[in-house]
């Protein structure tokens, strides 16, 4: 199959682009996590839907999802307003230099068009950072792949009132893979042939985890913040004390004693500090 070659730019649809129909005609994001992943039953889905045996899920009464399209502009808002970097391009769709059936629809651009953003919603329910970059990075190295960038930016929001930042890099050996198997997967969509699971491990996130929470809703932290800035002076004041007192000490003193307090030098040189008893 002689495949179409495209420069990695924005192409404009005058269709609806979240058509069967347009689905079908090429690879997304989405689908290269379910390529990359380790469930058959979902990759055996996705073959039958982009060969045209079965229709695409009807998740309009699925809530999670619904919750994901209507935070996604709070979402792009956020990360714009915690990181000073606005988003461009938003929902606009790329093509692969090489292939015209690997594209991506973009949540948008940043860093001055320099990275792919990625906007999504998580439950709260046993979130980590961790699975939710191994979750989304076949989706983040397959957008930076056709977009031509070399890092992303995935912003999470979860309903737990946390929001997460995730900065990635492109990874070319994984994104080599990842070209291989969307290959061999659409050859199987065009000649019939059932797809088999190629299970590569995404790449780790290469940067900073960036985590930004909202604690203004836990009693637990006001109670302890509270307890925090009330001491805090004290607490700086002791150790001011504590490294005076220690200056104080004649260097071929073993103890020192006085006004109930007792400093006592260890074998390596250590100095403790023991409150005396009132007597």
């Given amino acids: ?93 790329m093509f692969h230099s090489d292939y015209d059936f690997i594209a991506a629809t973009l949540d948008g651009l940043t ?18 950072e961790e699975a939710a ?33 995730i900065t990635a890099e492109a990874d070319p050996i994984y994104q080599a893979a990842m070209v291989e198997a969307e290959l061999r997967f659409w050859d199987c969509v065009q000649s019939g042939r059932p797809p088999r699971l190629l299970g590569a491990a995404p790449p780790p996130p290469k940067a900073e985890i960036i985590r930004i929470v909202n604690m203004n809703t836990s009693n637990e932290w006001a109670v302890l913040a509270a307890t925090f800035r009330s001491t805090k002076r004290y607490y700086d004041d002791h150790l001011a004390a504590k490294e005076g007192l220690k200056a104080l000490i004649p260097a071929d003193a073993a103890e020192a004693i006085g006004k109930g307090l007792r400093a006592k030098r260890s074998k390596t040189g250590a100095v403790s500090f023991e409150i005396l008893a009132d007597r």
């Avoid at 058959?40 to 839907?49: D, K, V």
């Avoid at 001055?112 to 046993?126: D, I, R, T, Y």
């Fill in 133 to 165: 970059a191994a979750k989304h990075m076949p989706q983040l190295q397959h957008n930076m792949e056709v977009a031509g960038r070399h890092s992303a930016r995935l912003s999470i929001l979860t309903g737990g009132g946390k929001w997460v930042l």
């Fill in 111 to 128: 860093d001055n068009g320099q990275s792919v953003f990625e906007a999504k919603f998580m439950l709260p329910w046993s979130f980590s």
């Fill in 1 to 93: 199959m002689d495949a179409m070659h495209h420069t990695p730019e924005f192409s404009h649809f005058t269709q609806n682009i979240n058509s069967d129909a347009a689905r079908r005609a090429f690879i997304g994001g989405s689908d290269a996590k379910i390529i990359m992943g380790t469930d058959e039953t979902a990759l055996i889905r996705l073959w039958e839907f982009k060969s045209g045996k079965r229709p695409s899920d009807d998740y309009s009464n699925n809530l999670v999802v619904a919750l994901g399209n209507a935070t996604e502009p709070l979402n792009l808002e956020w990360y714009q307003k915690n990181t000073g970097h606005q988003v461009t391009d938003s929902q606009q769709r």
